[in-house]
């Protein structure tokens, strides 16, 4: 049952609000409250899959890394191709002397969920599922705010964690704003302004790639990439893998759920050719036997004003709760690198100090903790900015061949562009 008030309400019970709500109680805050929207959790809106070095040591701090690992696969890097030959190999290895975690780890968005939710069931607390907030009122109180749900449900809160997602209603009631940093807007000759994710099951008892590392292609045609992901419930009957590709605007926007044979085409159109299921190209055709679930979406980013802010309501004096954004209601971008969800669990995980400090008097701290979050968040929007510009460069230039991929060949196979590239990716330079 939702209580009539509490200190800190968690909206959103993805990896990014399991994550605050745990760091809260594991860092001396145990008057929480966490809600969702939805009836119940469901793969079909997993997206994420990679979890970084610097994830899992935050993950770490507050107890919730060994089980994450266990389940997932460690991936020690991703193989770069231009369709037929290997040009770059960016590996963790360099890592090891840095973190206990050399590694990405390959898991899907919703194992991660259910075992963060599971963290939090140990705690003491449970999600209350099917509370959507619609609205807020004054609660007559100064710091507090009280918060309606659809279901006629309210409660009074002193501090409101917004971790509602890229449609943040928390952010909305809030009155901030959500815009490109930078002012871009899609262009329409953009070759990656489009993407498809799914995960898939191919023909082949063999492995497809090894197991501890994805592939990735780029040419005239356009950029794929593959990984291996463990074994589930819903791939009992093979090794399932993520795939991803982009789709130009000029070719017209992909299918809502985009299907098998859609996804077959753009893999034998711009995947590694080893992989395509045309026997005229590849000597041992490899076919996708299931589709477990995909994808489309737009790219774009976006970044919320201020992540800390008070709400103020019925046009009085007072003020009411105090406001933190995290995860994809603070910032959004492209999926380049893997660092949405990555970036949205260290803004939770080390909140929760922050914001028991400020719950026990503390002035300022959230304040400094906000303006380091929104610094972050800047960062890896334009490390994301550059991945992608320099994919679509590449696809839409017509000229991709000999040199250029030689190019790439060379700069790949210096030392340091290999340690910076895993350094950047790792988040272990962008805490």
């Known amino acids: ?168 209603v928390v952010r909305q009631l809030a009155g901030v704003n959500f815009k490109d940093p930078d002012g871009d807007n899609i262009d329409n000759d953009n070759a990656t302004a489009q993407l498809v994710l799914a995960d898939v099951i191919f023909n082949t008892t063999s492995p497809v790639l090894p197991l501890d590392s994805g592939v990735g292609s780029i040419s005239n045609q356009g950029f794929f990439f593959c990984a291996p992901l463990p074994k589930s419930e819903e791939s009992d009957d093979g090794v399932p893998y993520r795939v991803g590709f982009n789709v130009p605007l000029a070719a017209g926007a992909p299918p809502s759920n985009p299907p098998t044979e859609y996804i077959q085409e753009h893999l034998d159109k711009v995947g590694p050719v080893n992989m395509s299921s045309d026997p005229s190209v590849n000597p041992s055709p490899i076919h996708i036997a299931k589709t477990i679930w995909s994808t489309r979406f737009r790219t774009h980013s976006a970044i919320a004003d201020k992540f800390l802010t008070k709400l103020r309501v019925d046009n009085t004096d007072r003020d009411g709760a105090v406001v933190f954004l995290v995860g994809d209601a603070a910032h959004i971008h492209s999926p380049a690198g893997g660092q949405g969800m990555n970036l949205g669990i260290r803004d939770a995980v080390g909140l929760g100090a922050s914001l028991n400090r400020s719950i026990g008097g503390e002035s300022g701290v959230l304040e400094e903790y906000a303006k380091q979050r929104h610094e972050r968040a800047l960062s890896i929007i334009r490390l994301t900015k550059r991945i992608l510009s320099f994919i679509g460069a590449v696809s839409s230039s017509g000229i991709f061949g000999g040199v250029q991929a030689t190019a790439i060949w060379l700069v790949g196979r210096i030392p340091y562009v290999r340690r910076m590239a895993a350094w950047q990716v790792s988040g272990l330079g962008n805490r």
């Open 1 to 168: 049952m939702l209580p009539e008030q509490t200190t800190v309400l968690v909206v959103g019970a993805g990896p990014t609000g399991l994550a605050a709500a745990i760091s809260l109680i594991k860092a001396g805050c145990n008057d929480v409250v966490v809600v969702d929207g939805a009836k119940e959790k469901s793969i079909f809106t997993s997206r994420a899959m990679a979890i970084h070095a610097a994830t899992l040591e935050a993950l770490d701090s507050i107890g919730c890394a060994d089980e994450l690992v266990e389940r997932g696969i460690k991936g020690v890097g991703i193989a770069m191709s231009d369709r037929t030959n290997k040009l770059v190999t960016p590996s963790f290895d360099y890592l090891a002397s840095y973190t206990k975690y050399p590694f990405v780890l390959l898991l899907p968005q919703h194992i991660t969920e259910e075992i963060l939710e599971r963290d939090l069931e140990e705690l003491g607390k449970e999600v209350l599922y099917s509370h959507k907030v619609v609205g807020v009122q004054d609660s007559g109180i100064e710091g507090v705010t009280s918060v309606q749900f659809e279901n006629g449900s309210v409660i009074e809160a002193k501090y409101i964690v917004g971790a509602d997602g890229a449609r943040s």
